[in-house]
């Protein structure tokens, strides 16, 4: 079974410090995507990044960046200089080509930046 | 550019009374739709998928039904609400082709008393 694991229930950190979120997948299939969603407060899920797994290079979105591990099946997010809006629940899900890109959630990671 | 939007934002309704939650899609033409749940602090829940007019796939068994009338609409139903109906349900898009990412609507909140 596909499976994606968000170890880290809850973190918090200060503002403008860096952060990294933790993620890992299970999967057989070798053409696949991983994505961090950002849901904030309002609860609208939002798109933060973006990694195919064909590309070795890591994907950076601003502030954002992932360490994208294919042979560990790790695909971390980092946040960089982090900002009160930041705060919100981070999701790492995960598709595979021949799924009818149909995403496999992780159960996500709450982010609290403190002031 | 494409927008999604969902209607209404809230709802309170009784058990046992019947729910219509819309989706529809902007910009876009012949887009994947998907409907999900999410329980307060859980994740996210896939229920109805669709690739095309009156093609529904469900994920799960339950009292809720999805239809596709348009390209671009997407309707959750119940024809009577229970309690553990209640939840946050998010409607999503892909392209049909080429993309793989998945864009949200500003979801619905529902609350089944």
């Known amino acids: 079974a596909q499976t994606v694991t968000q170890s880290q229930p809850e973190m918090s950190v200060q503002e403008a410090e860096t952060v990294t979120l933790s993620c890992t997948y299970d999967?057989?299939?070798?053409?696949?995507?991983l994505f961090w969603y950002k849901q904030p407060p309002s609860r609208q899920m939002i798109l933060v990044i973006r990694?195919?797994?064909?590309k070795q290079q890591n994907a950076t979105e601003n502030r954002f960046s992932v360490n994208f591990q294919k042979a560990a099946k790790s695909f971390s997010l980092k946040i960089s200089d982090s900002q009160l809006g930041d705060t919100a629940m981070y999701f790492c899900?995960?598709?595979?080509?021949?799924?009818?890109?149909?995403?496999?959630w992780g159960a996500g990671t709450k982010l609290i930046i403190k002031p | 550019s494409q927008t999604i939007h969902q209607w209404p934002a809230t709802l309170v309704q009784p058990v046992g009374s019947p729910l219509s939650l819309e989706c529809t899609v902007e910009g876009t033409s012949n887009p994947n739709l998907y409907w999900y749940r999410q329980a307060a602090g859980r994740g996210l829940q896939l229920l109805f998928y669709?690739?095309?007019?009156?093609?529904i796939s469900s994920e799960v068994p339950q009292n809720l039904s999805a239809s596709r009338p348009q390209d671009r609409q997407f309707i959750l139903s119940s024809k009577k609400l229970l309690l553990s109906d209640s939840g946050f349900y998010l409607c999503?898009?892909?392209?049909?082709?080429?993309?793989?990412?998945?864009?949200f609507g500003p979801g619905t909140r529902l609350l089944v008393l």
């Open positions: 999503a898009w892909t392209r049909g082709q080429g993309t793989e990412t998945q864009y």
């Open positions: 899900a995960f598709i595979h080509m021949d799924s009818n890109y149909q995403l496999i």
């Open positions: 990694q195919e797994a064909y």
């Open positions: 999967t057989s299939e070798n053409n696949y995507y």
């Open positions: 669709s690739v095309g007019i009156g093609q």
